[in-house]
C-alpha cells in the first residue's frame, strides 16, 4: 500500500499563496533564489527544519549550505531552521513555517511521533511534506530523501571486518539513538555482516539516547569495563560516537589498536582515519542530498510527481514511501582524499596542525 500524494490541494495552496523569504532569529536562514517574483511564486517555497547541531556537525557544516545552495540555483524562496534537538521547538517552527506560507516542509525529525504529528497538521493546511534523510515511522510525508541505510551499515561492518581480519574479536556496538529509524538501519545492515563471522562475538551493545556524544563515551565506558577490556573492536554508528569510544581507548592505551567505525566522514573522522585512531567513515555527500531534496520539493511546489529510486517500506503499517535513496561510499585511509575532491570537506580544515604530514603521505594537498 503507497502513501497518497495530496499534489493538486499543494498546488492550490501553493497559487492562492503571496510567496515571499522570511526572516528569523531561531538560528535559521532564509532567502530567494530568484529576483524574478513570478519566478519564485511559480515554485512556492520550502521550509526545511535541520534536528540539532549535537548529533553530527554535519547538519550545520554540510547539509545547510548545500540546501542553501541548491535553492539559489533553483530559484527557490526557502527557510532552514535548526531545531536544536528540541521537538517542541521543531514543532513550534513548522508551525511558524506554515503560518509564513511554506508550501513544502522538509524535516529530520528528533523522533517519529513527533514529527507524525507535524506532517499530520502540514496535511491539514495544505502543505506537502518530505521526510529528509530519517523516515518518520507512521508519518504522512509524500516523499523520503535519504541514503540508502542499510548499506550504511553494511559498509561499517565490512570495514570493521577489513580492519579485524578473520581473528577471534570481541566487538561493541555503540548504536545510535533508538527514536532514530536509521539508527535501527545502520545496526541491522552491520549485524548482518558481521553475525555472519563466526570468530567474531558480540560482547556490548546499546543505543546511545539522542546520538549525545558524552553520553556515548559514559556508556562505551561502562561496555569496556563489563567486557573486562578485552574489545577487539567497535562499531560506532557516526563520527561522534565514533570520536567517544576512541577518547575512552585512548585513556587505556588501545587507541590505534582498536578499530573504529564512524559515518559522516566530518573533519574529526577524517583525521582519526588518517591517524588510524579509525579504521573508516562512511562518506554521505551533502551536496548530492540537498540537491535531490531541492529536486523533489520543486516538483511537489509545482503540483508534479518527483522522479524515484524505489520505495521504502515504513514499518510502522507497511505503506510504501515513494523514495530516493542515494549511495554511500565507504572512507579509509587510502581514499580519504575522495571526500576533499567531492567537496565533503576543505584540505585546510582536515590537514592542519599535526595531521599536514598525514595529509601529505595520503596525497592530499
Known amino acids: 500500500m503507497k502513501r497518497k500524494h495530496n499534489l493538486v490541494l499543494v498546488t492550490l495552496v501553493g497559487a492562492a499563496l503571496t510567496l515571499t523569504a522570511c526572516g528569523s532569529d531561531d538560528g535559521g536562514s532564509t532567502g530567494s533564489g530568484s529576483d524574478d517574483s513570478g519566478s519564485a511564486a511559480e515554485v512556492g517555497k520550502v521550509g526545511v527544519i535541520l534536528p540539532d547541531t549535537e548529533s553530527s556537525v554535519r547538519w550545520e557544516s554540510a547539509d545547510r549550505p548545500a540546501l542553501e545552495a541548491a535553492f539559489e540555483e533553483a530559484g527557490v524562496d526557502y527557510d532552514i531552521q535548526n531545531a536544536e534537538g528540541d521537538a517542541e521547538r521543531m514543532t513550534q517552527i513548522a508551525d511558524t513555517m506554515i503560518g509564513d506560507g511554506v508550501t513544502v516542509l522538509a524535516i529530520v525529525n528528533l523522533d517519529s511521533e513527533s514529527g507524525a504529528a507535524i506532517q499530520e497538521k502540514a496535511a491539514s493546511q495544505g502543505v506537502a511534506t518530505i521526510d529528509y534523510d530519517r523516515l518518520t515511522l507512521g508519518g504522512s510525508a509524500e516523499y523520503y530523501v535519504s541514503f540508502d541505510n542499510t548499506v550504511v551499515g553494511e559498509l561499517q561492518g565490512q570495514g570493521l571486518a577489513d580492519c579485524l581480519g578473520d581473528k577471534e574479536a570481541n566487538i561493541v556496538y555503540l548504536n545510535g539513538s533508538p527514536t532514530d529509524n536509521n539508527a535501527t538501519l545502520f545496526a541491522e545492515g552491520a549485524h548482518s555482516v558481521l553475525d ?48 567517544a569510544a576512541i577518547s575512552i581507548l585512548e585513556g587505556n592505551g588501545q587507541a590505534g589498536k582498536v578499530p573504529v567505525t564512524g559515518q559522516d566522514a566530518t573533519v574529526e573522522g577524517l583525521q582519526n582515519v588518517l591517524a588510524g585512531t579509525q579504521c573508516m567513515t562512511v562518506y554521505k555527500s551533502a551536496t548530492q542530498e540537498a540537491q535531490a531534496l531541492a529536486d523533489v520539493a520543486i516538483a511537489l511546489a509545482n503540483g508534479e510527481e518527483a522522479e524515484v529510486t524505489g520505495t521504502t517500506v515504513d514499518s510502522s503499517d507497511d505503506t510504501e514511501v515513494p523514495s530516493i535513496l542515494l549511495e554511500p561510499q565507504s572512507i579509509t585511509k587510502d581514499n580519504v582524499g575522495d571526500v576533499i575532491e567531492d567537496g565533503g570537506q576543505k584540505a585546510e580544515d582536515v590537514c592542519t596542525g599535526e595531521f599536514a604530514d598525514l595529509c601529505a603521505e595520503a596525497g592530499i594537498s
Open 196 to 243: 555472519e563471522i563466526d570468530s567474531y562475538t558480540v560482547v556490548g551493545e546499546q543505543a546511545v539516547p539522542d546520538w549525545d556524544n558524552e553520553e556515548a563515551a559514559t556508556i562505551f565506558q561502562q561496555l569496556y569495563t563489563a567486557a573486562d577490556g578485552k574489545v577487539d573492536g567497535v562499531l560506532a554508528a557516526n563520527d561522534g560516537l565514533g570520536g
